[in-house]
């Protein structure tokens, strides 16, 4: 069966520190891959989105970032965090639209 | 104009009792349409897909108006452990990559 798995589950960071959230998916190939951050309080904003190695679409422009080096791994990062970046990280797969998402446990990052 | 809304409630709701509440979404040649449940601080995850013909599943209901484009959800019998937010989830047409694109919640308490 495919599990996705995300860490650390929560991670306190001093503004302008970087930051690297990692995200693997298992027992599936090629699968669409998702970054999605949700403030206190509010909507799921989505941040990224892969189809594939090495391709990143970005939905939001700022000061984050995202990579996939392999199939099934998706990186976020920042090289400066801001106080804004503070929030609820989630990242999903995805095979086809049609079955929806399967999200990871999250990452509560707070920037102080 | 948002692509997916909904109420935010809360929804107070007494135990045993039914609640029902919509999603209105933008855009038309939207095809896929699902409803997730987040529990708080938790991920959200996949309640149920909506199909054309309206699906139940146990004491969940799902209806889909595409005349009017709204997707409906409906508890009956309501539980305690029904006290979450319900998120109405939508495919985006706009470009590839298989994006559901997400409302901001409708928040439901059930109260003893």
């Known amino acids: 069966s495919q599990t996705i798995h995300q860490w650390p589950a929560t991670l306190v960071q001093p503004v302008g520190s970087p930051l690297s959230l990692e995200c693997t998916v298992e027992?599936?190939?090629?699968?669409?891959l998702y970054w999605y951050r949700q403030a206190a309080g509010r909507g799921l904003q989505l941040l990224f989105y892969?189809?594939?190695?090495?391709?990143i679409s970005s939905e939001v422009p700022q000061n984050l970032s995202a990579s996939r080096p392999q199939d099934r791994q998706f990186i976020l990062s920042s090289k400066k965090l801001l106080l804004s970046d503070s929030g609820f990280y989630l990242c999903?797969?995805?095979?086809?639209?049609?079955?929806?998402?399967?999200f990871g446990s999250g990452t509560r990052l707070t920037v102080v | 104009r948002k692509e997916v809304e909904q109420d935010p409630g809360p929804f107070n709701v007494p135990e045993g009792a039914t609640v029902a509440f919509n999603c209105t979404y933008s855009?038309?040649?939207?095809?896929?349409f699902f409803w997730y449940r987040q529990d708080c601080r938790k991920e959200p995850k996949l309640l149920m897909s909506?199909?054309?013909s309206g699906n139940e599943d146990g004491r969940f209901t799902a209806q889909l108006n595409r005349a009017s484009q709204y997707i409906s959800l409906l508890i009956r019998d309501s539980k305690l452990s029904d006290s979450a937010t319900y998120l109405c989830?939508?495919?985006?047409?706009?470009?590839?990559?298989?994006?559901?694109?997400f409302g901001g919640g409708t928040r439901v308490l059930v109260k003893p």
């Open positions: 909506v199909y054309s």
């Open positions: 892969s189809v594939g190695i090495g391709q």
């Open positions: 027992g599936t190939s090629n699968p669409n």
């Open positions: 855009n038309s040649a939207s095809q896929s």
């Open positions: 989830v939508v495919n985006s047409l706009k470009a590839a990559g298989n994006k559901l694109t």
């Open positions: 999903a797969w995805s095979v086809r639209t049609s079955y929806g998402y399967t």
